[in-house]
């Protein structure tokens, strides 16, 4: 049962969970900032070091459709891409999800042109956030390393049977070397187990037609369906963040508490800005300001019912979000957990913060700043600037 | 599923997961209803040489020990393509319009 300590980059990191895991089929193509998982991973190829057949193509439509294809004729497949690439293979997420097939996909989030620009926020995966993927967002490499495997397990649950997304923040964790524990290769073929496919194209013995076209008459059945399985995953994505706790000492849920228990304001954030935000929580607390935090691992699917049970406790709430949704009110974070409170008999004051856009940096007086505006908010009880835009130039 | 395609449909809580369809159910959906031009055979003409067995891109040219036995009006979409085929000497197969058989009530 040994793990070792080791440095990694995001991308090493993502890439070393892929080598772990020895999928059968890659198809990839390489997008900053996630070029160097498709990099290192092939080299992993040519070295021998994985069985898997590495398809080299030429698009990332290309990519998830030849993914998609691997997967359906039964083999345990897995592509990797960011921004623009994943933008491109947008119709073609739908069909995996659709197609129910079990694809982890580790994504590396950037923002999406216009103008072009390769560092990062989270817009490319909120574009993909009505697919019928799982997404879980990662604070660090660690959380990336373990996510993935993780994924595995969650997407090839015969109750779930869809596609997931796990994904880092572009440069701040994908470039940023840190000291993750990795386990055992062993340990990871034993966690994972062989990939045994209820339904498979390849199965001679028992064949079947696999994504007919549907009309009037049964297309909405299929959707249906569809829905009731990401609903569904809620449970298992937390039965398998236990267990990988259980096993391996680093528990996983579908969000993290920090500071909240006797919080009066707290911010809700994904991905690598947790931890500055833990840092001005700190300082905050450290003048005796009840200021929490509330990072948000598991978007899709989304837990309403959970975060409202936490949040409906708290006067005010700084929706932090790493992309704008371009609909006239806030972010996508935003409406979503404003959707989650409305039912509940308590509903604290919301605030949008949208930030970081293409990479643009947040620094802790920022979020102690943002705190002070909440902690104000809460003592008048009302809201002066709903949506706010933070470090940006006026 | 197979056999209650044409008679019941399921619910989603029924339904297979994921956009499958169980093999051979184009078998039990007949999928000729819509056809405008009915091929008829000749027995006299047909020399059994079954060129409109290999084209008919439907299999809905009926085969019996080696020789014609027939179409699968089921099936059949009434395309021509047997009766274009048919070699120039033998013309054993004709398309005829539908509206002549509901006239008569066939």
């Known amino acids: ?394 | 599923m197979t056999n209650k395609i044409t008679q019941e449909k399921l619910g989603w809580k029924s339904l297979p997961i994921g956009d499958v369809l169980e093999a051979g159910t184009a078998f039990e959906f007949k999928t000729g209803d819509w056809r405008s031009f009915r091929p008829v055979h000749d027995d006299e003409k047909c020399t059994n040489c079954l060129i409109c067995w290999i084209y008919c891109p439907d299999s809905s040219i009926l085969v019996k020990d080696g020789k014609f036995a027939g179409f699968d009006l089921d099936h059949c979409k009434g395309c021509g393509i047997c009766a274009s085929v048919c070699p120039p000497k033998v013309k054993a197969i004709k398309m005829v319009d539908e509206r002549e058989f509901m006239k008569e009530g066939k």
């Open chain 1, 1 to 394: 049962m040994g793990q070792i300590t080791i440095a990694k980059t995001g991308n090493e990191a993502m890439a070393e969970a892929m080598r772990q895991i020895n999928p059968d089929v890659v198809a990839a193509y390489p997008i900053t900032p996630s070029t160097e998982v498709v990099q290192i991973f092939s080299q992993f190829v040519s070295d021998g070091l994985v069985d898997t057949e590495f398809v080299a193509v030429e698009s990332e439509h290309s990519a998830m459709s030849a993914t998609i294809g691997a997967a359906a004729a039964g083999a345990r497949a897995m592509t990797v891409t960011a921004s623009q690439g994943l933008a491109l293979m947008y119709e073609m997420l739908y069909i995996a999800a659709g197609l129910r097939l079990p694809i982890v996909l580790p994504e590396v989030n950037r923002a999406l042109s216009s103008p072009i620009n390769i560092h990062c926020d989270h817009s490319d995966t909120m574009g993909a956030r009505d697919t019928g993927w799982i997404q879980i967002y990662c604070e660090n490499s660690q959380e990336a390393y373990d996510s993935i495997l993780q994924a595995i397990r969650i997407s090839e649950h015969p109750q779930v049977l869809l596609p997931a997304i796990v994904s880092d923040d572009g440069f701040i964790i994908s470039h940023c070397m840190e000291t993750i524990q990795i386990l055992d290769d062993e340990e990871v073929k034993n966690y994972i187990g062989t990939y045994r496919p209820q339904r498979y194209l390849l199965d001679f013995a028992h064949p079947y037609t696999l994504g007919a076209i549907d009309l009037q008459d049964y297309y909405f059945e299929h959707r249906r369906q569809l829905a009731e399985a990401v609903k569904d995953a809620k449970q298992v994505i937390v039965e398998i963040g236990k267990e990988f706790g259980q096993k391996f000492g680093r528990e996983y849920g579908l969000f993290v508490l920090y500071q909240m228990e006797d919080a009066e304001v707290c911010i809700v954030v994904m991905g690598s800005t947790a931890g500055t935000a833990r840092a001005a929580v700190n300082q905050l607390r450290a003048k005796g300001k009840k200021v929490g935090m509330l990072k948000l691992r598991v978007f899709r699917p989304f837990p309403f019912g959970e975060l409202a049970e936490v949040l409906s406790k708290i006067s005010a709430v700084g929706i932090m979000d790493r992309s704008d949704g371009n609909k006239g009110l806030g972010g996508p974070l935003f409406d979503e957990i404003r959707s989650a409170l409305y039912d509940s008999e308590k509903r604290p004051l919301t605030v949008n913060y949208i930030y970081g856009l293409g990479g643009r940096d947040i620094t802790v007086e920022q979020i102690e700043d943002i705190f002070q505006n909440l902690l104000n908010y809460a003592q008048r009880g009302r809201v002066d600037s709903l949506v706010n835009y933070v470090g940006v130039r006026e």
